[in-house]
């Protein structure tokens, strides 16, 4: 029997609320789905705090509950779009069975995929590479280190210097994890 729980994430920066419900334990690293939800948390997760509401095989139901008396997505207070406990995946709004993704992804095989066969010329690939260099690739920008007072070409040779990742020296830069390095853009 499929079990689950539901939750509560409290936003303490705005005071506002996110209910949702996932198949799974409420220690398996689940978040969240919502749209706005997830943009603020991605911001910000220091600031949210999680509360489990009910754990059991009801998830679903009891998730529908408390959005429909709470009125989520007509309130201020919640960053919920819709009143309904469906999750995941929709098609201009409304839910999808899962017969119907099949069908969607059926319905993109082969010739009907828009890149199939697709062939790129030396030149357009040349581009593409050529715009991965520069400001839309977070590796090429020039970063400053103010703990071992240097410069390096790259995100990733300052990544490599310190044993951190690109990712998490970028998060550090972008003011999302505490810069203990002093790291800086150039």
């Known amino acids: 029997?499929?079990?689950?729980?539901?939750?509560?994430?409290?936003?303490?920066?705005?005071?506002?609320?996110?209910?949702?419900?996932?198949?799974?334990?409420?220690?398996?690293?689940?978040?969240?789905?919502?749209?706005?939800?997830?943009?603020?948390?991605?911001?910000?997760?220091?600031?949210?705090?999680?509360?489990?509401?009910?754990?059991?095989?009801n998830y679903r139901k009891y998730e529908q509950i408390i959005l429909e008396y709470e009125d989520a997505a007509s309130s201020d207070c919640f960053y919920n779009l819709k009143n309904a406990a469906e999750g995941g995946y929709t098609l201009n709004g409304r839910p999808m069975s899962k017969k119907g993704r099949e069908n969607l992804s059926k319905a993109k095989l082969g010739s009907k995929n828009p890149m199939y066969k697709k062939q790129f010329t030396k030149e357009h690939r040349k581009e593409l590479s050529k715009s991965k260099i520069g400001r839309n690739n977070p590796s090429a920008i020039k970063v400053y280190c103010e703990y071992l007072?240097?410069?390096?070409?790259?995100?990733?040779?300052?990544?490599?210097?310190?044993?951190?990742?690109?990712?998490?020296?970028?998060?550090?830069?972008?003011?999302?994890?505490n810069n203990k390095y002093g790291l800086k853009k150039l």
Do not use: Q
């Open 1 to 57: 029997m499929m079990t689950g729980f539901v939750y509560r994430w409290y936003d303490t920066s705005n005071n506002k609320f996110y209910i949702g419900s996932h198949k799974g334990t409420p220690d398996d690293g689940y978040v969240g789905s919502g749209t706005w939800f997830k943009k603020a948390y991605t911001k910000r997760p220091e600031s949210f705090i999680r509360e489990i509401m009910y754990e059991g095989v």
């Open 149 to 177: 007072n240097k410069e390096f070409e790259t995100l990733k040779d300052a990544s490599i210097e310190l044993g951190l990742s690109k990712a998490y020296c970028s998060r550090m830069i972008n003011g999302k994890k």
